[in-house]
């Protein structure tokens, strides 16, 4: 797994648990935080499974 955020400081590393859990679950196979999704400061996750079944 890999977890990519720019040094920027746009986002907070203690959300960095919201992004991997889908993950880490196996609700997804991989998942984007938005600064523009969600209207706040924090990342809004989206979650998706691209495997096929």
């Not at 890999?2 to 648990?17: H, I, N, S, T």
């Not at 999704?37 to 079944?53: D, L």
Request: aromatic letters at 8%; one cysteine or more; charged letters at 20%.
């Amino acid at each position: 797994m890999v977890a990519f955020c720019d040094a920027d400081g746009e986002y907070a590393p203690e959300e960095l648990a919201a992004l991997v859990t889908p993950i880490l679950e196996g609700r997804a196979d991989y998942v984007v935080g938005s600064r523009f999704a969600g209207g706040g400061r924090a990342m809004a996750p989206t979650a998706s499974s691209a495997t096929a079944s």
